[in-house]
């Protein structure tokens, strides 16, 4: 089926050509302003007449009435009113509406067009360190990231995800010396955190073993056979147990995406030489360092990026400059994101300034901050022990208290309610993550995520559910693409319906899923008053079922697709 633009994009296309023939002005359909009303009786409002009126020097009525003379909105809404200041208001004709609803039956993308500028994009999420299990400070780099890779695919960009696991540097020592003394018949390393924190102790408390550590890192980074064998082992442990955690978590990054600290270490020296023959280097009490423009400490002082220390080694500054190297120069990404928590602003900030020196960074480069997961004192989230919360524990209680909740009401059978469990549970975490602006710090707490009622994962599962219990009921959709708006309520959902396209562009464009998450509540919201005031099943003519169903299944399509863009499932029965 061909893809149409939203409504407000053609609105904003129609408002742009009438400007440029009143007003001979040349504009972009963001600069038109159009957007949803919130008014009642007007369905979409252009803005423009203000700012476009200040830039002529004309009363913003008078532009705004000139703008209205000029549209050709061939049967799309009825002429705009000029309204306040110079709004204009405009309210979609009922036919226009009901064709344009009834188009999005069986189009897999619900009128939302792909890109007609494709990005190649470097997506840096999760990034997990080897020898630590993954705890619930992981939670929001690995669910931001896999929401924002599905909602660029479904764009048609090319992402390139990477998971920078933190698998090199001095404690690698301590590890792998720690392993080797441990009998051949027990190598097997039952509990990654018990490991590394045995090691620690061994190492502040026993000279001749941190000794022995500290030869073992020198044995590692010069290439030592025997020793990366027993790294490797670390590593691959470790990725065993990141699997499993993504897995229940749901999301797809797997082996090929790992790109450890590892990965660029042949690439330091280099990086290095290049930045010391651009003149961009000095040495800063016996370490080598950049110092960006414009980066300066409250004394006044400039900021360093360390990029290779007093000792000759190298911290993580000549890693991620390695990396944004690395990924435009051999990679050929035209963007690079990084989903890492908001402290680290400043320091990216830095690291693409000194590659923008350095000519590596050339395109868009862009640090997705988010906030922290905190527990119900207000403080970062942490087990009555005052122990950091491990991320597999979390999601597993997270499925055990879903359990309860869909027992509840569920006519399913044990096997059936524990993968609804599942699915649940799972959901309201990462619905819990992903529904308030990212930057903002979040409490969390179960009975909220797992509330029936309110912008949670957990409505819009049942939302869904209740959807496709009709169509089931009524033995499935019916021919044709006829829609009849004949009820307000109708026509409001219709109208939620064709937005879709434009919170997803919404989310996209800002990296903000937290619009889309909004967007399906109020979508659910919306076809809940419809089913509550207008009879599906007992319509009162077959045209009108007909009608209904069909607004119930491309309702049930966009619950699922949206929810699914955020790596949510939406059972077909709860």
């Known amino acids: 089926m061909q893809q149409t633009a ?84 405009f309210v979609l004709r009922t036919e226009w509406l009901e064709g344009r609803t009834g188009a999005l039956l069986g189009d897999p993308r619900l009128g939302v067009p792909e890109t007609t500028a494709p990005r190649r994009i470097a997506l840096d999420y999760s990034s997990p360190n080897v020898a630590k299990e993954m705890h619930v400070g992981h939670l929001r780099s690995s669910v931001i990231g896999d929401a924002l890779a599905r909602l660029l695919r479904f764009a048609r960009h090319e992402v390139l995800p990477h998971n920078h696991l933190g698998d090199w540097g001095t404690p690698f020592g301590m590890l792998i010396e720690h392993l080797l003394d441990v009998s051949a018949g027990q190598r097997a390393i039952a509990n990654l955190d018990a490991f590394y924190r045995e090691a620690r102790r061994k190492f502040d408390s026993d000279e001749a073993f941190a000794t022995r550590a500290r030869t073992r890192v020198v044995k590692l980074q010069s290439g030592d056979e025997d020793t990366l064998a027993v790294w490797r082992e670390l590593v691959d442990e470790s990725t065993r147990h990141f699997d499993e955690v993504y897995a229940l978590l749901g999301i797809s990054l797997t082996g090929k995406d790992i790109y450890g600290e590892s990965f660029y270490n042949p690439y330091l020296a280099a990086v290095v030489g290049d930045l010391e023959e651009a003149g961009l280097t000095e040495v800063s009490d016996g370490a080598i360092c950049v110092f960006p423009e414009g980066f300066r400490n409250r004394e006044g002082d400039r900021l360093p990026l360390i990029v290779r220390k007093r000792d000759g080694g190298y911290g993580y500054a000549a890693t991620d400059l390695a990396t944004v190297r690395y990924w435009t120069a051999e990679r050929g990404a035209t963007d690079l994101l990084y989903v890492v928590g908001t402290p680290q602003a400043q320091h990216f900030a830095m690291v693409f300034a000194a590659c923008r020196a350095a000519g590596w960074l050339t395109g868009h480069a862009e640090h997705i901050g988010f906030g922290t997961v905190l527990g119900a004192d207000g403080k970062a989230m942490r087990t009555r022990a005052g122990e950091t919360v491990k991320l597999a524990d979390l999601l597993t209680e997270a499925v055990t208290q879903a359990a309860a909740v869909v027992a509840e009401r569920s006519e399913l059978d044990a096997p059936g309610q524990a993968e609804v469990a599942r699915a649940v549970g799972i959901g309201a975490v990462k619905y819990a993550d992903l529904s308030g602006d990212r930057e903002r710090d979040y409490v969390f707490a179960w009975d909220r995520m797992l509330a029936k009622e309110g912008n949670t994962s957990v409505y819009l599962q049942y939302a869904h559910a209740r959807t496709r219990s009709i169509l089931r009921k009524a033995g499935g959709l019916p021919e044709g693409t006829d829609v009849l708006l004949e009820a307000p309520v109708e026509r409001a959902l219709a109208l939620k319906l064709l937005s879709f396209g434009e919170a997803l562009k919404a989310a996209t464009s800002a990296y903000a899923p937290h619009k889309l998450c909004t967007y399906l509540y109020e979508t659910a919201v919306a076809f809940s008053r419809f089913f509550e005031q207008c009879p599906v099943l007992n319509a009162s003519s077959p045209e009108l079922r007909a009608s209904r169903l069909r607004l119930t299944a491309v309702t049930a399509h966009t619950l699922a697709l949206g929810l699914s863009l955020l790596g949510i499932e939406a059972p077909e029965r709860l």
Do not use: C, H, W
Request: aromatic share 2%; no cysteine.
């Open 6 to 89: 939203d409504v407000t994009e053609e609105l904003a296309r129609r408002v742009v050509t009438a400007a440029g023939r009143a007003l001979d002005v040349e504009l972009t359909p963001e600069q038109a302003l159009v957007q949803a009303s919130p008014r009642d009786g007007v369905d979409y409002q252009a803005n423009l007449a203000m700012s476009l009126g200040k830039r002529l020097g004309r009363p913003p009525r008078e532009v705004a009435g000139l703008i209205a003379g000029a549209l050709e909105l061939d049967g799309i809404a009825d002429p705009p009113e000029v309204a306040g200041p110079g709004f204009l208001n």
